[in-house]
């Protein structure tokens, strides 16, 4: 199924042209309009130049003034093998589309409403036909239905139309369109650019970034550049502000030659105030007593990391280089 984009604004077709797989685009006067374009004439050759295939309005109130602008049109520089004349449904529309054929030209008969309108069409020779499903639908009409009776024609009777499923309004008119088996589609640019989303491709994408970041990052790449480090001889009150300073819920306690005495956590300090009271504020770091802390060196692996998080259902992991505190590796740094 061919895809177009429906569009007049020059940043949504240079962004989308950009994707190198679109194989058209459909404009109208109103999109123009609205876009306070004034000159159509030199957008239309300037956008040319951006899309494999223009289709553009030929309008006319006869056969004869529908050819003329059609005409006029190549005579200003449109490449007459890669544009097609947009033509809407009438007596005088389809006698001008079969002049134009004639005469090699590409024509889009549009505006169709029911399956009469398309078989004239597509007994004119039409390249394309181009039922307005959103807009039938807005008046309680049966869209799909007509889009499907037209491919049915085509095929049934040989016409080498093919049928454009066109006012497309929302995602699930795409899947419609390809479920009926049209040979083409014109979307505006907020619904192509919806195309690929789906909740669970965004869900699986964002698990197999974590995944791999957390086999290909080491600890080193992602902790704190905060080395949170106090003296042994720091009384404890002096650390508590320190550990605000930092921002970390702990700090790690060094000896004299910078080795591991411990880490003191806020949970640590909770306990020692319900146990011993205030007084205890005045003791300095070395005088406490420390568990076992854990730690993770800094060239394992995130998911390592994790592991040590998950087993011991601790916030913050003390981060080692070459058996010395290098640092704090937050749960949240994951």
């Known amino acids: 199924m061919e895809l177009y984009l429906d569009s007049a604004d020059r940043q949504e077709i240079e962004e989308a042209f950009g994707f190198g797989f679109l194989d058209g685009l459909t404009t109208t006067p109103t999109f123009m309009h609205r ?33 003329r602008e059609a005409i006029r049109q190549v005579e200003i520089g449109l490449d007459p093998g890669r544009t097609v004349f947009k033509i809407p449904v009438s007596l005088e529309g389809v006698k001008a589309c079969r002049r134009l054929t004639d005469e090699g030209l590409l024509v889009n008969v549009h505006l169709v409403y ?16 181009c039922p307005l499903v959103g807009r039938l639908q807005d008046q309680g009409q049966d869209a799909l239905a007509l889009v499907a009776d037209s491919v049915d024609a085509v095929e049934r009777y040989g016409y080498e139309t093919k049928v454009m499923f066109s006012s497309v309004r929302h995602v699930e008119h795409v899947r419609n369109a390809l479920q009926l088996g049209a040979h083409t589609i014109t979307v505006p640019f907020s619904i192509l650019t919806r195309l690929t989303e789906n909740v669970f491709t965004t869900v699986g994408t964002d698990q197999f970034r974590v995944h791999t970041r957390m086999l290909t990052k080491s600890v080193g790449d992602v902790m704190n550049s905060v080395n949170p480090l106090v003296p042994h001889d ?67 692996r995130l998911n390592e990391a994790s592991e040590l998080f998950h087993r011991h259902k601790v916030d913050n992991l003390l981060v080692l280089e070459h058996g010395r505190p290098a640092g704090m590796l937050d749960i949240q740094d994951l």
């Open 234 to 300: 720091t009384e404890l009150r002096d650390a508590i502000v320190k550990m605000t300073e930092y921002g970390f819920g702990c700090v790690t306690v060094i000896d004299d030659d910078g080795g591991l005495v411990g880490v003191f956590t806020d949970g640590d300090l909770r306990r020692l105030l319900q146990r011993n009271g205030r007084d205890v504020l005045d003791q300095r770091m070395g005088d406490l007593e420390y568990g076992s802390a854990i730690s993770v060196d800094s060239s394992a």
């Open 35 to 67: 876009h306070g374009i004034d000159d159509i004439d030199a957008y239309l050759l300037e956008i040319a130049e951006i899309v494999p295939v223009l289709q553009v309005e030929a309008l006319g109130d006869t056969s004869d003034e529908i050819r």
């Open 114 to 129: 029911t399956l009469q309108q398309a078989y004239m069409a597509m007994h004119a020779g039409a390249a394309y036909v």
